[in-house]
């Protein structure tokens, strides 16, 4: 299934409401009234399994046939959201539910908010399991199919898998099985990674990181049994009910979250769906690059996975003791998901949290129900809103021809190489690890350069790559036969490629190649690694001058480049002499990922650190130029522009804290200090 159904005529904005066991049943009535004179859409109702079947095929609805009567009675659509990882005590009891760790001990609850009611995430590659929460499934479909206020059904709350998470008998099977459909023989196997197992039951859930092949291969499987997950569930609601859509909303993305404790494969899930969403898990302040960043990141991808897409959990504040979140900011965040293309958004939630450690937790409104400084902004913004919704609800962001590339498999070696033997990340880099550093650094690179980068996965990059005038491959590890080939005919028209150091350092074994870059870029490129330190182990500083600006000391992994023809131009050098960066015709390599520079400085922003970022800043200003106009808006200004038909609008994001005028189309328009709008 193509996920790029555009079921809406206009854009839709809602507000979770419900998830027992709050907030309390005397509060409905009077909630949804204050709800609809504010102006929202609709509301989303949380499904808990171990609420509504607390015995087993004992299905209990009487909460949600309360909400879906007082939804109805005030003219609010409804989203009902299956919150399956909630399992009831039968689940654990009778079906062998439990998820099990690695070295074999089952995985006790561990509550949180979302967990209040207990039943924390059984193991759904147990075909009890699997069934029991599918028929739970079908009789809520069953109930509520005909409800005239159901909207749409959201099947599974941010899916994900974390570490640890499952290797009970049931998921080394189900693992054993994937690895059989995938190889074949079990010599394949062997051939393949240069193991002797003798067959596929022999292979182990690995429990350490040092053969990085092991736990590479186990974490494949994971993002694939989680979209095995995600399929049943929707093919349940599929059979049972043709008319409303059908999807699931991911909690991190790829971009933001690490593919070895967190993981979730959003293009591939998005793929199952009407289409996808996200949660907008960002910060409460947007005063740095990345975090003024951060939002367009996440909403990038989620347009190249889904192009019709919702955020599902906007967070009108994020309370737990951290203050009151300034109106512009809560806009920020509500405008960038509207300039990067959303096409509807849930707030999380209506009412503040008051148990457990949600402390005042998110709320458009106080515990009590009283409004906050974010409820009046809140319907200020949706009246604003009005006049655009149909217009929205069509648009599409309108993007620079510039690609970031991302590849799964480089982010998941990335991840598996950066930590201990104990699994935990050694932070080389002043962020996560230098895969997803690179990308959230050179896409923060863009936004400052006021650019609108897209991000594109590498499984449709042969489709994407021909509207790209640039292409940046970050930290890009693996590069299996398709890609290779992309990118020499992406060289050969002209484009502009631009790849750090990783650039092809590993097969899809996770051995290294040699020389480096293997995958035939090292012809493509003109240039090998001559010598690649990471700035941990070596005691010798890596030092370079960008320009006209101070000398800097390189941080994460650097390279010492060799020219392979006279056709490879030095553009850089280190301070001993060596090649930093090199050009082969529109082909450029860099010896230090500029993004990994520019992360250090989100994450510890020290002198060093911002003389790093401002060096990776004018490289990659002097680098795009010959290609992509970069727009000269004032200082403190982003525009962002949709696009529906003949139609233009434009988003205008001021950062600064003094009100700037400018021209925008020939039209003189005055954007207030920390102001975001639509023009």
């Known amino acids: 299934m193509e996920a790029n159904r555009k079921p809406f005529d206009e854009f839709v904005f809602g507000t979770h409401y419900y998830r027992a066991p709050t907030p309390l049943p005397e509060e409905w009535a009077g909630d949804l009234e204050r709800i609809a004179a504010l102006g929202l859409d609709c509301v989303q109702l949380r499904v808990l399994w171990r609420r509504n079947e607390r015995v087993r095929g004992q299905y209990e609805f ?29 689940v654990f009891r009778d079906l062998g539910g439990a998820a099990v760790a690695p070295d074999g001990i089952p995985m006790d609850y561990t509550g949180n908010g979302a967990f209040y009611l207990g039943g924390h995430r059984p193991c759904f590659d147990n075909p009890g399991v699997r069934a029991a929460a599918v028929e739970f499934v079908r009789r809520v479909v069953e109930h509520y ?36 459909e995938r190889f074949g023989p079990v010599e394949r196997l062997n051939g393949f990674l240069g193991k002797a197992w003798d067959s596929f039951e022999s292979v182990q859930v690995p429990r350490t990181f040092r053969t990085y092949a092991d736990m590479f291969l186990w974490r494949q499987w994971s993002h694939a049994t989680l979209t095995g997950w995600l399929r049943a569930v929707r093919d349940a609601v599929k059979a049972l009910d043709g008319r409303h859509p059908v999807i699931a909303h991911v909690g991190c ?3 933001v979250n690490d593919p070895v404790d967190d993981l979730t494969d959003d293009w591939a899930n998005a793929r199952l769906f009407d289409f996808y969403g996200t949660s907008l898990s960002v910060g409460e302040r947007f005063e740095t690059p990345f975090e003024r960043a951060w939002p367009f990141l996440i909403l990038a991808r989620m347009h190249d996975c889904s192009p019709y897409f919702w955020v599902h959990e906007l967070y009108p504040e994020w309370g737990d003791w951290q203050g009151r979140i300034a109106p512009a900011d809560f806009r920020y965040k509500v405008m960038s998901a509207v300039a990067g293309g959303a096409k509807g958004v849930v707030l999380w939630q209506y009412r503040a949290e008051r148990l457990g450690h949600e402390n005042d937790l998110a709320g458009l409104v106080n515990i009590d129900g009283t409004p906050k400084a974010v409820t009046h902004e809140c319907q200020t913004f949706l009246e604003e809103l009005r006049p655009w919704r149909g217009f929205l609800a069509k648009a599409e962001p309108v993007t620079d021809p510039v690609g970031i590339l991302f590849d799964l498999d480089s982010n998941l070696i990335g991840s598996v190489e950066s ?10 880099h002043g962020g996560i690890q230098p895969a997803l550093d690179a990308l959230q650094g050179i896409f923060t690179l863009c ?11 590498s499984r449709h ?6 509207s790209l005038e640039v292409l940046y491959l970050p930290e890009c590890f693996m590069v299996g036969e398709k890609t290779a080939e992309v ?23 996770t051995w290294l190649n040699y020389p480096w870059p293997g995958a035939g870029m090292d012809e493509l490129f003109g240039v090998r690694l001559e010598e690649r330190v990471e700035s941990l182990k070596t005691r010798r500083p890596w030092r370079l001058r960008v320009g006209g600006a101070e000398e800097v000391e390189s941080i994460g992994y650097a390279a010492a480049l060799q020219p392979l023809s006279p056709e490879t131009q030095t553009l850089l050098r280190w301070a001993d002499g060596r090649a930093a960066v090199v050009r082969r015709g529109s082909c450029v390599f860099l010896g ?22 401002a060096s990776a800043k004018a490289l990659l200003r002097e680098l795009l130029a010959e290609k992509v106009r970069l727009p000269e808006w004032p200082e403190g200004i982003m525009v962002r522009a949709l696009r529906a038909g003949d139609e233009v609008r434009h988003v205008v994001f001021n950062y600064s804290d003094d009100p700037v005028s400018f021209t925008l189309e020939g039209r003189r328009i005055t954007v207030r200090a920390r102001e975001s709008r639509l023009f």
């Open 461 to 466: 990059l042969a489709e994407a790559a021909e």
């Open 253 to 255: 993305c790829n971009v």
């Open 145 to 180: 199919r005909d409800e005239p206020s159901l909207l749409l059904w959201n099947v599974w709350n941010e899916p994900r898998i974390h570490r640890g998470e499952c290797a009970c008998v049931h998921s080394r099977a189900a693992f054993h099985r994937w690895l059989e």
């Open 447 to 457: 936004h400052e350069l006021k650019l609108s980068p897209r991000i594109i996965d």
């Open 62 to 90: 009487d909460d949600l046939d309360r909400l879906m009567a007082l939804a109805r009675a005030n003219g609010l659509k409804v989203i009902v959201k299956f919150m399956l990882e909630n399992a009831p005590d039968y």
């Open 419 to 428: 930590r201990d033997a104990q699994g935990n990340l050694r932070r080389a």
């Open 592 to 613: 230090f990922s500029p993004g990994c520079w520019c992360m250090a400085a989100s994450q510890r922003g020290n002198e060093a650190d911002l003389a790093r970022q």
């Open 487 to 509: 990118l020499r005919r992406f060289a050969a028209r002209g484009g502009l490629l631009i790849a750090e150091e990783g650039l092809a350092l590993r097969q899809p074994n």
